[in-house]
């Protein structure tokens, strides 16, 4: 990664060396102009962490180009972005880094035609930046979170580009850059006699915001405008004169519904009339009488989107799936009235009453043994336990408070992956957190025993992936 200074000063004298200036022809659009560009791309880190990442970054400039009638021009650029980079090492920890970056500057900027619609460009200046080295989980990094150092610093900046004319004044940009740190703390880290510093390749549009006038501000520039004193805003032709697109009586610019088809009424504004309004204007309105502030389809009425012959204005249940039996107020009918609609129930005669699964069907009564796999359960990689865990725990807590007399131990397990300490600690933690999901639903902490197994105690074999999935698991054992 630090070769890639030298590389980008030796690349930018290229374009220098190969062309040649005519002076007295303007060869390029960009002299004596204004240039705003929007930018994103990809960064590029070169700190203590020595395995690289990809990451990404937006950025902002705007240019001026010094009146030039050659092939070249310097200006004056500000320019500013927000992004992050991104690092990763075995030996450090944490293994990984993502800092928040976000900087504004100025410099120079120095531009050359290769042809008409060809250009290069080279930039130099600094900026202030401000940063945030934070782990993979979103934490601050150690010397971030006990402020060993300021977070804001003054950069050095360069950037080679190319431009792209795709119209008299957008162009398609693409480009590298580097951004230099006179510190060494982009990544937290502060190793070695190098000073962090990051690259970006991206690319993005510019529009450039040329010197000829248009007085009246129409977009025609007074050159070609045959009526130069427009009123300003006003929609014009190509001549600079006030037009009515849709030849309804009102001109445009007064005109706020300028696509109104022939021959139909329009009001002083220019808009069809739409007597119930409701945003479909009467001349394709095929219920006219909708009841105001009802969302209606392109002809005007009411939604019924799961076409259950309700109206959604008066439908409780507006997703019903097609074909299903539904109430009047909309709601698919529960004849047991388990809290299941009956074309997902699987046992539709339940008794009033009695608790039901998500099929509805009654629970179990007798419960001894609870398998929670850690890939559906738990976040990759972490004892979070995830929402999808929630309906099964949710049987057990309510057998739990039926059956106040019984004990569990929660066990945590995993495959051989990786150090029994972190296994231990990985299988302890997720169990754990089972524990603190009954302890919020009010159950007591006596009841339970919890502990971390760790990989002594597989089910499957740990040579296959699907074996070291099942491995991966917190087991719910009703021990008395």
């Not at 697109?245 to 706020?256: A, T």
């Not at 539904?326 to 129930?345: H, Q």
């Amino acid at each position: 990664m630090r070769l890639f200074l030298p590389v980008f000063i030796i690349l930018s004298f290229i374009p220098t060396v190969f062309s040649q200036q005519t002076p007295g022809r303007k060869y390029h659009a960009f002299s004596g102009t204004l240039v705003l560009s929007i930018e994103g791309g990809t960064t590029l880190e070169a700190t203590d962490y020595k395995g690289s990442k990809f990451d990404y970054l937006g950025k902002t400039s705007l240019e001026y180009f010094f009146p030039a009638y050659s092939n070249s021009s310097f200006g004056l650029r500000m320019f500013g972005g927000k992004g992050y980079i991104s690092g990763e090492n075995k030996d450090f920890f944490p293994l990984e880094f993502r800092t928040d970056l976000s900087y504004v500057g100025g410099g120079v900027v120095y531009t050359l035609a290769f042809s008409d619609a060809v250009f290069t460009y080279l930039s130099a200046g600094a900026s202030y930046l401000w940063f945030n080295p934070k782990g993979n989980k979103g934490e601050k990094l150690p010397n971030n979170a006990a402020d060993i150092y300021k977070k804001y610093e003054i950069n050095y900046n360069g950037e080679l580009g190319f431009r792209f004319l795709l119209t008299e004044d957008l162009s398609f940009n693409i480009n590298g850059g580097l951004q230099i740190s006179p510190n060494d703390y982009l990544d937290d880290l502060a190793f070695g006699t190098s000073n962090d510093l990051f690259l970006v390749l991206g690319g993005g549009f510019s529009f450039s915001f040329f010197s000829e006038k248009d007085s009246d501000g129409d977009g025609i520039f007074d050159s070609q405008d045959i009526c130069p004193a427009t009123v300003p805003g006003v929609k014009v032709d190509n001549f600079g004169c006030p037009i009515d697109g849709d030849r309804d009586g009102v001109p445009d610019y007064l005109d706020k519904c300028q696509n109104t088809p022939s021959r139909v009424l329009v009001d002083n504004n220019g808009c069809p009339f739409d007597s119930d309004n409701d945003s479909v204007p009467d001349y394709i309105d095929i219920c006219s009488n909708t009841p105001q502030g009802v969302k209606v389809d392109n002809l005007g009425c009411p939604y019924d989107l799961d076409a259950d012959g309700v109206p959604d204005y008066l439908d409780k249940c507006p997703e019903t799936p097609r074909n299903v039996q539904t109430d009047k107020e909309g709601c698919p009918v529960d004849t047991d009235l388990d809290g299941v609609p009956d074309y997902i129930d699987d046992c539709p005669g339940s008794p009033g009453g009695e608790q039901v699964d998500d099929k509805g069907c009654p629970i179990p009564e007798e419960v001894s043994e609870v398998v929670l796999s850690s890939g559906a359960n738990f976040a990759l990689g972490s004892i979070e336990l995830l929402p999808s865990a929630y309906p099964e725990l949710d049987k057990l807590v309510k057998y739990m408070i039926g059956n106040l007399g019984t004990h569990w131990r929660i066990e945590g397990h995993t495959d051989n992956t990786g150090s029994d300490e972190v296994n231990k600690r990985v299988s302890l933690g997720r169990a754990q957190s089972v524990l603190n999901y009954f302890l919020s639903k009010g159950l007591s902490r006596n009841r339970f025993e919890v502990i971390g197994l760790g990989k002594s105690f597989p089910i499957a074999d740990n040579t296959t992936e699907e074996g070291r999935a099942k491995n991966r698991r917190v087991v719910i054992i009703k021990i008395d």
